[in-house]
């Protein structure tokens, strides 16, 4: 039996900070909506492989104004991310009715694309094997990547700058140097990407239930 969900959501907050720093007044936005259809798509040997597909929209605005010590900046930034997603769990081994006794081994297999109206578009795959040799051992392991665009907030809030005393080597003992030291947003930012594994053992002895 297939299923079919829809999911809308509208949100947002409002920030308004004063430091000794600046001050940091803004709004944030969020207007998401996605739908996703799953339900099984063929019978194997050892059981129905089953599939997910699904789309999401997202749009991200922010409308803020900070001012720092030697810093003054007005924003009014937005970005659009369109993505398409599909899943599919495929049991390679194992009987129709997934009786516990017996040996099972599944793979589930996912992608997801999304394209960012400022970062472009970044594709991530994801691989998992369970492999169930009898009741009491179960091992499972995943392989995927990932991709994260840095918000507003790292790439075009305030920036400031500080002069502190740091030590330094070749001066005698006790004797510091003043650095230029910078903190805040960065828009040279690029996005965050990683790539991650995953490995599991579960034990479920019949002598010990629960």
Do not use: C
Request: hydrophobic share 35%; net charge negative.
């Amino acid at each position: 039996r297939w299923l079919v969900r829809t999911h809308f959501s509208y949100g947002g907050n409002n920030t308004h900070t004063t430091s000794t720093e600046g001050l940091l007044a803004g709004d944030n936005k969020l207007i998401a909506g996605s739908v996703v259809a799953s339900g099984p798509l063929y019978r194997l040997p050892a059981g129905e492989m089953k599939v997910a597909l699904g789309a999401q929209a997202r749009h991200e605005g922010l409308d803020a104004y900070f001012t720092g010590l030697y810093d003054e900046k007005d924003i009014e930034k937005s970005r659009t991310v369109d993505s398409v997603f599909a899943e599919g769990q495929i049991p390679l081994v194992g009987s129709r009715d997934n009786d516990a006794k017996d040996e099972r081994l599944e793979l589930d297999i996912a992608a997801r694309v999304d394209h960012y109206t400022d970062f472009g578009t970044t594709t991530n795959p994801r691989i998992g094997l369970a492999w169930r040799p009898f009741s009491a051992i179960k091992l499972r392991g995943t392989w995927a990547t990932s991709f994260k665009a840095p918000n507003f907030y790292q790439l075009y809030g305030a920036t400031y700058s500080d002069l502190v005393n740091s030590p330094e080597q070749t001066l005698p003992a006790g004797q510091s140097v003043a650095v230029l030291l910078l903190t805040g947003s960065n828009p040279a930012l690029t996005a965050e990407q990683s790539t991650q594994w995953t490995l599991g053992l579960d034990l479920s002895p019949r002598r010990i239930p629960g």
